[in-house]
T-cell receptor
Framework: GENVEQHPSTLSVQEGDSAVIKCTYS??????FPWYKQELGKRPQLIID?????GEKKDQRIAVTLNKTAKHFSLHITETQPEDSAVYFC???????????FGAGTQVVVTP | NAGVTQTPKFQVLKTGQSMTLQCAQD?????MYWYRQDPGMGLRLIYY???????DKGEVPNGYNVSRLNKREFSLRLESAAPSQTSVYFC??????????FGQGTRLTVV
């Protein structure tokens, strides 16, 4: 089955700096790669996703890149703000966008 | 439009007790899922229902059963709770080419 690895497990950045989280996956049949943000005690919420026919996608301060050949994808957050502090999860899916294999998560702390 | 609603939000069980976690969605999604989240780990799929009338095992199904009651509702049952089932449980729903939406979670403690 699919295996998703996520690094780093924790990331501390100064406000205004960029943050990068990287994930690798094992199943070449995976074709949907969402990123979820989870604040303490809350539900995971989708912040951006990418499909396998696209190499990069941007939404304001966040962007995701996908390298299908190398089986890795990354989340980039620019101009970080304190409200970006949360746990971020990458995930991969093949036949169903809800049947997800999650990475272990990255705790992002943005210090003012 | 409430999205995905789970009940209860919190529960404490004694070892060996049984309980059912309820989940309902009002987005007319075909597929529904149950995940568990443990500290330091991502969410892991317990069971899913691709469509009304079908259910399948996920990554960690042992100790659980599910029922897809109708298109809106998908329940998770613990027949004999064990301390290893202490976790936060999330229900989710999705449809073809739509993202997964998660409920607010159920924090379960088994003592």
């Amino acid at each position: 089955g699919e295996n998703v690895e996520q690094h780093p497990s924790t990331l501390s950045v100064q406000e205004g700096d960029s943050a990068v989280i990287k994930c690798t996956y094992s199943d070449s049949a995976s074709n949907y790669f969402p990123w979820y943000k989870q604040e303490l005690g809350k539900r995971p919420q989708l912040i951006i996703d990418i499909r396998s026919n696209v190499g990069e996608k941007k939404d304001q301060r966040i962007a995701v890149t996908l390298n299908k050949t190398a089986k890795h994808f990354s989340l980039h957050i620019t101009e970080t703000q304190p409200e970006d502090s949360a746990v971020y999860f990458c995930a991969a899916s093949g036949d169903s966008w809800g049947k997800l294999q999650f990475g272990a998560g990255t705790q992002v702390v943005v210090t003012p | 439009n409430a999205g995905v609603t789970q009940t209860p939000k919190f529960q404490v069980l004694k070892t060996g007790q049984s309980m059912t976690l309820q989940c309902a969605q009002d987005m007319n999604h075909n597929s529904m899922y149950w995940y568990r989240q443990d500290p330091g780990m991502g969410l892991r799929l317990i069971y899913y229902s691709a469509s009304e009338g079908t259910t399948d095992k996920g990554e960690v199904p042992n100790g659980y059963n599910v029922s897809r009651l109708n298109k809106r509702e998908f329940s998770l049952r613990l027949e004999s709770a064990a301390p290893s089932q202490t976790s936060v449980y999330f229900c989710a729903s999705s449809s073809m080419n739509t993202e997964a939406f998660f409920g607010q979670g159920t924090r379960l403690t088994v003592v």
